[in-house]
């Protein structure tokens, strides 16, 4: 990814984050391909978005949004559940899904631009 790809990602994943009600970071190492897919199923179910974020990009994406608050939890590989109109919704949906599938590690997230963890 050169600096102009990675500038725009910025750009995109900022104009996302700008709306953030509600945001639950996770980490989805072991799951499978058709497991992350089931897992963006039920969360879109929801109204949810799920995305797998560059932790980098992601940070400085953040800043100056409701989602600056859980940066910290951006290490390793990182999925990101975020809501612009529910602020229970990922942390419902994203519990849920941990429940039943131990692979699937929350550590952390914001709500309403603070910090939950």
């Given at each position: ?51 797998v974020v ?51 590690k929350i ?5 309403q631009g603070?910090?939950?963890?």
């Open positions: 990814m050169n600096r102009t790809e990675k500038k725009e990602e910025i750009d995109r994943l900022k104009a996302e984050f700008v709306n953030i009600q509600a945001a639950v970071v996770a980490d989805f190492r072991g799951l499978k391909v058709e497991e992350i897919n089931g897992l963006r199923n039920a969360l879109r179910k929801e109204g949810v978005k799920f995305r560059k932790n980098t990009l992601a940070r400085l994406a953040a800043k100056g949004t409701g989602l600056e608050a859980a940066v910290d939890a951006f290490v390793g590989p990182t999925g990101l559940a975020y809501s612009d109109s529910s602020p229970v919704g990922p942390a419902k949906a994203m519990t849920e899904a941990a429940r039943t599938n131990d692979k699937l550590r952390g997230g914001c709500l603070k910090a939950v963890d």
